[in-house]
């Protein structure tokens, strides 16, 4: 091979590294808009079931603001998976309609009947209850009342989201991905796993292979903190630990599997901060999640997958858990 060969197959290699973590930073901004979605469900949910007083303005103030957020998410997916922005914001505007028509419902449109345990309260029939009641079916997000059957809601929506990202971010076909597997400079010294600095190495690869040791991520030290003892309980076979891609900084870590068979992906932020901490999960059928996750987490469930998350929790727990988790995939 030729010196201009190879200096076209060097900068090659390193265009699909800088595409990699750019992919992985728009990821982590996703995931961000996605996070607040969620806070929105909650903040919802508390109002309804605690001691507040709230008028119909606070409900459609939380409705618009799901919307817009959902808005949002829509956007950073279809950066992520251009191939489905079409057909992802065709739907989301089907959605801001729903939302307009929960609205003018005023709470007696899309259900009149409150939820059992929202039934209990006996004192909580006014419109503007009853308008959060069916927004919260609508969301379905944590705790909330089921919707009716017919009836689309902003989670499986979410839901239909996060696969279309998860199809462009993990396929076979993921170039940026592909760049990393051809690249031997991202494989850890003394580890059988493959290491991307999202700052750095975008701006050129390390000269010799990094010693994990030397890493300064919290979240990484934590998922590997544990990694010696027993054997995982996680039963993936098809998991093995050559097969896997961490992307990290100071405290953040987004962990992904390069073998093409499988699809799991963890992302967490560790910076110490309770409201912005969170570890994320997503898994096909193959991964089981049960024995991998410790307790805590908020699992949705569909056809094609699963994802999981904990949110508000203490740096403690945030430690622990990717302990456990390491544990269970590494040990």
């Known amino acids: 091979m030729g010196i201009l060969e190879k200096l076209k197959r060097t900068s090659a290699r390193e265009t699909g590294i800088r595409d990699f973590c750019i992919q992985t930073i728009r990821f982590k901004k996703f995931l961000e808009n996605a996070r607040s979605l969620l806070d929105g469900f909650e903040d919802g949910r508390e109002k309804f079931f605690g001691e507040y007083i709230f008028d119909r303005h606070y409900v459609i103030s939380l409705i618009d603001r799901v919307v817009e957020q959902l808005g949002m998410v829509v956007y950073d997916a279809s950066i992520l998976a251009p191939e489905s922005g079409e057909a992802l914001f065709a739907a989301y505007d089907k959605y801001k309609l729903a939302a307009e028509n929960l609205i ?186 049960n024995a991998l996750l410790p307790g805590g987490f908020h699992v949705e469930d569909s056809e094609d997958g699963r994802f999981a998350w904990n949110l508000d929790v203490s740096a403690k727990t945030i430690g622990d858990s990717l302990m456990v988790i390491g544990r269970n995939l590494f040990g």
Request: overall charge negative.
């Open 104 to 289: 003018a419902s005023n709470g007696l449109g899309m259900n009149n009947r409150l939820s059992d345990s929202a039934a209990a309260i006996s004192d909580r029939d006014d419109p503007e209850y009853r308008l959060l009641s069916d927004a919260m079916r609508w969301f379905n997000g944590k705790g909330a009342p089921a919707a009716p059957a017919d009836q689309p809601t902003v989670m499986d929506f979410m839901k239909q989201v996060f696969f279309a990202v998860m199809d462009a971010l993990d396929g076979p076909d993921n170039v940026a991905k592909q760049a990393v597997i051809e690249n031997s400079g991202t494989l850890a010294a003394g580890q059988c796993l493959n290491v991307v600095d999202l700052w750095k190495d975008a701006q050129g690869l390390p000269k010799t292979r990094r010693s994990v040791s030397d890493l300064r991520s919290v979240p990484f030290r934590h998922l590997l903190m544990d990694t010696g003892g027993e054997k995982g309980k996680a039963g993936q076979h098809s998991l093995k630990t050559g097969d896997w891609v961490a992307a990290i900084t100071d405290d953040q870590l987004s962990l992904s599997t390069l073998n093409s068979d499988v699809r799991f992906r963890l992302e967490t932020l560790a910076s110490g901060y309770e409201s912005s901490d969170f570890i994320f999960v997503f898994a096909d059928r193959s991964v089981n999640l």
